[in-house]
């Protein structure tokens, strides 16, 4: 079974339209790390938050938002009134205490492309 | 700050022949990473060095793949033979734990192989 699981392989939007990208996780640990990273056409992976379990309370950073519901394994970003720029793969993952911390595992991206 | 650096950014070459991919981490950083992305299993850890010993390298996929890591500043990714199945693209990522920073990762652009 997948630990991070992004059900949307790719979404199409127009800019100005608000998005969601969901993720699921599944794990054992009660202490553990989510994360998000941003994929641009040019490749490189580039991290964009960092959440630990123990704090669930939402975060806003501009025109994105996270949402961290433990009931629900759910990690999801919002990314409001998107653009152009926002074009691209974004990776879910997760670090357990099981391994230290050491590893993340990444879910299997969801392809965002934001059109004029 | 030069960020993490791959070479080659391309690679072509045919079945059988030795490849060798090269990563820089980040100065100071004591972790470092290799992924391999594809389309179907997405971005998988191949192994993991911390203080240039080799920690986890039970996602190497076979005997053919071997990695190196002999100073803190550069570490090799080798597979021989090749096989057109190794066609992927290969990322170098390194990370500096400390706590709450745990498990940033900062990769590099990526080295594409194709082997034909």
């Known amino acids: 079974a997948q630990k991070v699981t992004q059900a949307q392989t790719e979404i199409s939007v127009v800019e100005k339209e608000d998005v969601t990208l969901d993720c699921v996780y599944e794990?054992?640990?009660?202490?553990?790390?989510l994360f998000w990273y941003k994929q641009p056409p040019s490749g490189e992976l580039v991290f964009l938050i960092r959440r630990n379990s123990f704090d669930e309370q939402n975060e806003i950073s501009g025109r994105y938002s996270w949402n961290f519901q433990k009931s629900t394994s759910s990690f999801n970003f919002t990314i409001t009134a998107s653009q152009v720029v926002d074009s691209a793969v974004y990776f879910c993952?997760?670090?357990?205490?099981?391994?230290?911390?050491?590893?993340?595992?990444f879910g299997k991206g969801t392809m965002l492309l934001v059109s004029p | 700050d030069a960020g993490v650096i791959q070479s080659p950014r391309h690679e072509v070459t045919e079945m059988g022949q030795e490849v060798t991919l090269r990563c820089k981490p980040i100065s100071g950083h004591d972790y470092l990473f290799w992924y391999r992305q594809t389309m179907m299993r997405g971005l998988e850890l191949l192994i993991y060095f911390n203080n240039n010993v080799p920690i986890d390298d039970s996602g190497m996929p076979e005997d053919r793949f071997s990695a190196k890591m002999p100073n803190a500043s550069f570490s090799t990714l080798k597979i021989q033979p090749s096989e057109p199945r190794d066609s992927a693209v290969y990322f170098c990522?390194?990370?500096?734990?400390?706590?709450?920073?745990?498990?940033?990762?900062?990769f590099g652009e990526g080295s594409r192989l194709t082997v034909l």
């Open positions: 794990t054992r640990d009660t202490t553990y790390y």
């Open positions: 993952a997760l670090s357990e205490a099981g391994s230290g911390y050491s590893t993340l595992t």
């Open positions: 990522a390194s990370s500096l734990f400390t706590g709450g920073r745990s498990g940033e990762l900062f």
